[in-house]
């Protein structure tokens, strides 16, 4: 069995995904415990167009890019550490932006 889940990208994170996705439906497989990390790890293998240092350095996203699970900061739920469930949302913001 699959844990599904919906990753959204914004505010310029998009365009460091294969076809500038925003959003994007997955089944990871379920051999074991997928966490904030793991997925990082993954998206940054399978789903950013270009060098992945651009969304994912040392374990985790770039500064500047917030996370969001079921709209709730992942600074409250454990960051890296948080076990993904079933449907969960995860977003991806970029907060840095040219002027």
Do not use: C
Not at 3 to 24: D, H, P, Q, R, Y
Not at 26 to 54: A, C, F, H, T, Y
Request: proline letters at 3%; glycine letters at 10%; hydrophobic letters at 45%.
């Amino acid at each position: 069995m699959a844990l599904k889940l919906v990753l959204e990208f914004s505010g310029g994170t998009e365009l460091l995904i294969k076809e500038n996705k925003k959003k994007a439906l997955v089944e990871l497989p379920n051999d074991q415990e997928w966490n904030l990390k793991r997925l990082i790890e993954w998206i940054g293998e399978n789903l950013v167009s270009g060098p992945k240092e651009m969304f994912a350095v040392d374990g985790g996203v770039r500064p500047g890019i917030l996370v969001l699970v079921n709209d709730t900061d992942w600074e409250l739920l454990d960051e890296l550490n948080y076990v993904l469930e079933e449907d969960d949302h995860v977003l991806f913001i970029s907060t840095l932006h040219g002027g």
